[in-house]
């Protein structure tokens, strides 16, 4: 299972990626995995602000449908909105293609809670 | 008659199996005894012939079969044979919903094809399976623009069916939302411009327009739909089927949304309670939307086939976060009207709406002829119905109508949901089924009473 | 002959005769914004090429009426024809919902019997029949428990559902604008007092339940529930999914409901059509009547009229007029056909029948009701079948040996779960055949894994793209 190393991650099966005072929201290719054959995403509105591990996304496979926590508090700047005709990339590339959307970060000290790379493989390793 | 094909030797070999020794042993194994019923006290069994000449017996109760000149939602339209034939056929109506895609061909391309008119008749991108009535249709549809919206008021003109209103009231009690109603224009019977412009606001969720509405009458879609645009509220207009073929579709006046009341389309009256609700809206809302949808797809060796979709918008998925919960619709009734349309063919759509609008045309003229009856919108444009005020005693008028077995028209001041205003007024619904003689009956019997 | 086309494309042959008859002066122009612009696509075809398209669509469908259906929580029981016969009397069909009460006294008849009828089999003193289907039912039953609490003054904002529970209850309190909390069952499948202690509080309305539950399960701590909740000021909510299980045997107002609904559809053998029309009706103690939609139907001195509950009492209306006429009418027939011990002895077999199944499968699969059950039983097939094979290959496989798939991944409590709920009437033959087709796939599961894994391929098409059907949705020609 491809875990990178540069990004952060939240118990709950998504990533974040710092980039300044930005940062690039997605799931991770164990969640992708788990979910299998992804058919629908709910994005948030831009300009809608989540606290830390507020749901903000919803996922959906053929049978099932999950939310998808906020991994840190802040205000959407972009979504990803070649999601909602092509939302296999989030299959096919969870990290890069099939982010979910770009928040402008409220509170720096919410990285802190989240898991590095090592600590997260721990968790999908059981 | 029970219909159970077990006889004793069998029962007794199944005790055998399940290792009990009858069916009260089985049943307090599970069920402590003081939980227990009494014996029922209903009558006991009948036969085939009992049951029949039981029904008979109450079926001629009714006054059935009348000429109907009655309509406010629900219509006498003529029903072809081919109906009865297909949908009574047992492969459909004594099938279940299609989750089992590979064994359900049959329902799920009907559904398919039943979707595709409904696309077609409203030129919207996406139907569902059905809903329960026209009614219910319309109050889903205003809680998929209030959460689509994420807005808190609606405007519903007064004009639209009170049946739905209420319904609509009380569905969206829940939801903190406010409902306001917007008055018709006295002279042309229809929601004016000025009027819709002068209540909206940002803070507007949906606009609910029903064309032609309870009254008959045409509204102009295309200028109400521009001014619900312009506040970013969705428009939701509520058509009736046989007028489509004539005026113009949701999806040409920019309506999001475009419900209604099915039973126009190869269903009998039954009492108001043979009917289903369609729902069809633009491709933005797809997801959006409650109840069953059918896609097309390919199985493994590609060959076409049909399959239930978008499924996690539901409530065996979503649960408590459904878009709404509901499971079983009335896919039969829209069945028939699938093959209803069929039938008619985007030709004879035309032909009906075209017959329709005619003979109430003439009905109109007739009846306006007659002393005593003056038109309540003098300058409405109706479609297949229209209300008179009349000076005659109304209830006479229609117990003389009753015994030429013709059921007269609605009386409004009968309607409670309209709160008064109508007093004097008689609402007629004139479909294809009603023929000149019939027509130049009733307008005799008019003008004697 | 290709027959799998879909209706657009049938080319047009029809000739130039007008299908829709006019004996009036052709009057139909309007202003041309007021005008279609655009001609749908729908073809103009014969009425023989039609009846040929769906007569062979009605082909591929698998129905009651071409073999068994033994899903679970549907209640999949024969139809008696001569119901539909006496729905098809113009008497009943022809009569317009605005008429006169006078001149629709059968029709009303009809209503006040089925009422009666139902009042005896549930023990409730009152039946909307608006509801036309059992998640309507739903909806209706807990409005009337919003309207009771609010008339009240108590807010209670929270529904209580057991994790086993069909998914249309959370969705139709989310609806009431209730707040759901789940109750997890207990090792043998069932509510247990002391988890239901653990939620409870003065916030909760009520409880849903369904008995027996999913699984096919008595809820035996029945009486302490009930008490419980009435103690807590809370009401009770049965869901009659499975009313089939106990008609004549318990009655639902008697072990402590107070509102329920009921699938006619189900229990009371009006046919399913493929998804609807159904019925739902809602019963309700005497205490909660005057909260009901209006109008349901009374009997005053000989006659039978609607009675319309005061306006700011009742939850409103739920859908036009009195609810799905011919269902109610098709419900009337069966509880008149079967009386006092045919329902009973209906109720009876359906248990006997499940029970009977579950006897020669109980050594081959895991069965949480233990070794009896009520009208159905869930049963995970994990551990059953060959490497790689899941319940769903197994629900494909029996659709090529001719059946109809039971009920699968349901209830989600029970992991790769297979429901099967025969009914009274089926024959012992059908059960012995359908008995010996499922031990054999379970067997082929090992021994030709593939075969059961790429079923079904005596079906018109084989396994559907589910998953390109829903990202790329082609949803109407």
Known sequence: MNVPNNLFYAKTHEWARKEGNKVYVGITDHAQHEITDIVHVELPEVGKEFSKEQPCAVVESVKSAFDIYCPVSGKVVEVNEELLSAPELINQSPYEKGYFFVLEVANEEDFKSLLNDEDYKKIIEG | MNYI????????EMFESIGVKDTEELLSLQIPEVLRAKKLNLPGSMSEQQLLSLFKGYAQKNKSDLVCFRGAGVYDHFVPSIVDEIVGRSEFW?????????ASQGTLQAIFEYQSIICQLTGLDCSNASMYDGATAVAEAVILAIRTTRKNKVIVSKALNPEYISVMETYIKNLNTEIIKVDIDDKTGSISKDTLNNIIDENV??????????????????????????????????????????????????????????????????????????????????????????GQTVDKDGKRGFVLTLQSREQHIRREKATSNICTNAALNSFAACVYAAYLGAAGIKELAEANISKARYAFDEIKNIKGFTPLFKDGVFFNEFVFKTDKDIKKINEELLKENILGPLSLSQICSLNGGYDNCLMFSVTEKRTKQEIDKLAEILSRV | MNNNKTLNEIKSNRNEEKIVECDVALNANIDDKYKRKSVPNIPNISENSLLRHYTNLSRKNYALSTTMYPLGSCTMKHNPLVNEKIAKFDGFSSVHPYQDEETMQGSLEVMYELQKGLSEISGMDYFTFQPAAGAHGEYTGLLIIAKYFKSRNEKRT???????????????????????????????????????????????????????????????????????????GSLMYYDGANLNAVMGILRPADIGFDVMHINLHKTFSTPHGGGGPGSGPVGVKAFLKEFLPSPFVVKEEGTFKFHFNDKEKSIGQMKAFYGNFPVILKACAYIKALGADGLTEASKQAVVNANYILSKLKDKVKIPAGNCCMHEFAM???????????TLDVAKRLLDNGYYAPTIYFPLIVEEAMMIEPTETESKQTLDEFVETLINIFEESKTNPEAVHNAPVNTSVKRLNEVEAARHPILHW
């Open chain 2, 5 to 12: 094909p077990i006889s004793s030797k069998d029962k007794k």
């Open chain 2, 94 to 102: 004594t099938a279940y919903t299609p989750y089992q895609a590979e």
């Open chain 2, 205 to 294: 969720a949906a606009v609910v327009i029903q064309n032609p509405n309870f009254f008959g009458n045409i509204e102009d879609m295309q200028a109400l739909s521009e001014i619900t645009k312009s506040k970013k509220a969705l428009f939701i207009s509520v058509v009736n089927l046989v007028s489509l073929g004539l005026l113009a579709t949701p999806a040409e006046y920019g309506a999001d949304i475009a419900v209604g009341e099915g039973q126009v389309f190869g269903n009998q009256m039954y009492m108001g309670g043979s009917t289903f609700g369609f729902m069809a809206v633009t491709k933005a809302l797809e997801w959006k939307m409650p109840g069953r949808i059918v």
């Open chain 3, 158 to 232: 929270k529904i209580i559902v057991p994790d086993s529970a069909h998914g249309t209850n959370p969705a139709s309190a989310a609806l009431a604008g209730f707040e759901i909390i789940s109750v997890k069952s207990d090792e043998h499948g069932i509510v247990s007092p002391e988890n239901l202690k653990q939620v409870l509080n003065s916030d909760v309305a009520a409880m849903m339940m369904t008995v027996p539950n999913t699984l096919g399960v008595f809820e035996k701590n029945i009486k302490e529930i009930t008490k419980l909740m009435h103690d807590n």
């Open chain 3, 380 to 390: 995970s097939l994990k551990g059953a079948l060959g490497d790689g094979i899941r």
